[in-house]
């Protein structure tokens, strides 16, 4: 089985959500820091919106922070994201050798699917299963091993593609393989990324039969 995360995985999305940050901040007057950052990056929404409470110190509720975050972000997923390099070449080469595979996102639904859909990916998934729906961060492994379960699949059976370092170590974590995929967001961690994958790529144009 192969899993994959969708924001910065398949699609270049992650600057969407630096763009709702930066401009959810400015409207309070806060700067955007890398505390904050790494407070909610790739981090399941209402735990996001818990930590943007109580960093921020915000009378807002958790529910008002989140949906103004999906105002700010509008429509940019119908709109704005791309597929990146190499991803579709990718997956039509894992349809023709009938590999399983699914995605595993920390994305809202609503965005995810707007995204595979608009984007045409959907079809080469069997499911989408969202960490929000099962209440855990991605970086923790059982988040991995309920989504095995949920596909009839054991850990050591699956590779799993992420651009997160957290999730990877959290799959790695769970006894499945992981291939670490680049993105400029966390471009910080390449070195990281590089010891606790079995695999780090810059692009999936890599992975591809004429690569």
């Known amino acids: 089985m192969l899993i994959f995360d969708m924001d910065g ?5 992650n ?3 630096r763009e709702v940050d930066i401009a959810f901040l400015d409207k309070r007057g806060l700067p955007y820091t890398k505390e904050y950052y790494e407070g909610v990056a790739h981090t399941i929404f209402p735990l996001a919106a818990v930590f943007t409470k ?3 110190h915000l009378e807002e509720s958790c529910e008002e922070i989140m949906a103004e975050w999906m105002e700010l972000a509008g429509d940019m997923y119908a709109t704005s994201v791309t597929v990146k390099p190499g991803v579709r070449a990718y997956l ?6 009938g590999e399983r595979m699914m995605v595993l996102t920390s994305s809202v639904p ?5 995204a595979l859909t608009h984007l045409e990916l959907m079809p080469y998934f069997e499911r989408v299963i969202f960490a929000q729906e099962l209440g855990l961060e991605k ?3 059982d988040c991995f091993r309920r989504a095995a379960a949920m596909m009839g699949v054991v850990p050591q059976e699956c590779t799993v593609y992420d651009d997160s370092v957290a ?4 799959a790695k974590a769970a006894g499945m393989s992981v291939v670490g995929v680049y993105d400029d967001y966390f471009s910080a961690t390449v070195d990281e990324m590089r010891r606790v994958c079995d695999r ?3 692009s999936f144009e890599e992975l591809t039969e004429n690569a």
Do not use: V
Request: one cysteine or more; hydrophobic letters at 30%.
């Open 9 to 13: 995985t398949l699609i270049d999305s």
């Open 15 to 17: 600057g969407i959500w």
């Open 54 to 56: 109580e960093f921020c």
């Open 92 to 97: 039509e080469q894992c349809k023709t050798a």
């Open 110 to 114: 609503e965005h995810c699917r707007t």
């Open 139 to 141: 970086k923790n492994p």
């Open 167 to 170: 999730a990877c170590r959290g």
């Open 200 to 202: 780090y790529i810059l």
